[in-house]
C-alpha cells in the first residue's frame, strides 16, 4: 500500500510538471464525456417521452386479454370477450400490489355518420372515471372528455373530426355490426375532439362510454383490461405475479412492451447511433491520451532510465504510466460530467424545439435527461478508455534499455 500511494503521489507530480499537456489530455476527456452526456441524455429524454405516451394513450402498462386475442381476435372479436367488472378475476386484479387501475375497454368497428357524411372509426368504449390517469397523453383540444358512464357522447379524433366535418355539439350515428351478426346504430353527441402522440389514432378514433359501445354491440363484456401500475419498472414483476393469481387457460397478461412494436424498433436504432457515438468518443479518447503518454515517455527517457538504474522494478514504471492515463481518464471525467450537468439543466430550461416526428401531428419540446446510470458510464468510459490508450506507452517505457535510456538526450 505504501509503495502504491508513493507511485500516485510521483504519478500527481509528473502530471502537474507537464500543466499544459496535462490539461490538453484531460480536455480531450472531458470534451467526449459531456457530448456524450448530452447525446445520450437526449436520446434517453426521447424514449421516456414515447414510453409515457404509449403507456398513458392506449396501451397501460400491461393488458389482460383472452388468449389468441391478438393473433385471431381482430378477426373475431366477439369470440374473445372477457367478463364483466364484477368477475372475481378482476377483482384479484385489482387487489394485486401496484397496480392503480384495471380499466375493461370494449373496442369496435363502425360507421360514423353525419349528414351526407360517413366514414369508417375504430372506437372503443371506456369507463370515463378510470381513463382519466391512464389516458392522460390524450389532450382534449376542443370541448370536454366524456363524462358519465350512461352519457350518450363521443370523443373523436382531432385528423377524425376534419375528415367527418364535425365538431363540438354535433350529433353523430354510429352504426355497428352486432355480436349476432346484425346491425345496430346509435346516436351521441360530440363532447370533445381529442389529440394524442399518435397521428393514425387521430384520424380514426372515437371513444365512447362502456355502456354506449355494449349497446350499440350487444354484448355483456369487453375486449380488454387495461392496467395501469405505480412505476414503470415494476412491470415485469407485476406480469409475473398476475399470472400466477389467474388462470392462465382463461387469462392472458400482455406487457406492454410486446405490444408497443414502433417503440422498441426506435429505441433499437437509436441504441445503434448512441453506440456509434461511443465508439467515436472513445476512439478520440484514445488518440488523445496515448498521444500525451508518448510524449511523456520521451520526454522522460532519462529519468526512467535512472530509476531502473536505482533498482526500481519494470512493473513498478508499468504501473506508474497505467496510474497516469487512469488519472488523466478521472481528473478528465470529473470535468466532464460538471459541464455536461451544466449544458444538460441549461439546454433542458430552454428546451429543443423538435418538429413532428414520423406519424405525429404535432412537434414538441424535447430535453436532457441525465440519469445517475449514464453519468455513471460516461466517466467509467473516459477511465477506461484513457487507461487502456496509455498501455502502449507504459509498456514501451517499462521496456527501454537501462543504458540507451542514461544516454538519452546526452
Partial sequence: MEALLADLRICVRDLARSRRRTASAASAAAFGVAALMC???????IFLAMRDAAIHSQLGHAKVVRPGFYSAGLADPFRYLL??????????????????VVAPRLSFNAL???????????????MPEKEHELGRSIAIVAGHGLGADNAKEVVVGEGLAGVAGVGVGDTVVLLATTASGGTNMVEATVAGISTSATKAFDDWAVRVPLPLAQQLLRVSGTNTWTLLLDRTDATAATVESLRGRI?????????WTALA??????????????????????????LSIANSMMMTVMERTGEIGTALALGVPRSRVLRRFLMQGAILGAFGGIVGVVVGEILGSVITAVGITMPAPPGSARGYTAGILLTPRLVVECFVLAVVTSTIASVYPAWKASRLPIVDALRHNR
Fill in 247 to 255: 388462470p392462465g387457460q382463461s387469462f392472458e397478461v400482455v406487457p
Fill in 39 to 45: 447525446a445520450a441524455g437526449f436520446i434517453d429524454w
Fill in 261 to 286: 412494436d414502433f417503440y422498441n424498433k426506435t429505441v433499437a436504432l437509436f441504441s445503434r447511433q448512441v453506440n456509434v457515438v461511443r465508439i467515436v468518443i472513445a476512439v478520440i479518447i484514445v
Fill in 112 to 126: 360514423m355518420s353525419r349528414g351526407e357524411v360517413t366514414v369508417s372509426v375504430i372506437g372503443e368504449g371506456v
Fill in 83 to 100: 367478463p364483466g367488472t364484477d368477475a372475481r378475476e378482476f377483482r384479484e386484479i385489482e387487489s394485486v400490489p401496484r397496480v392503480q
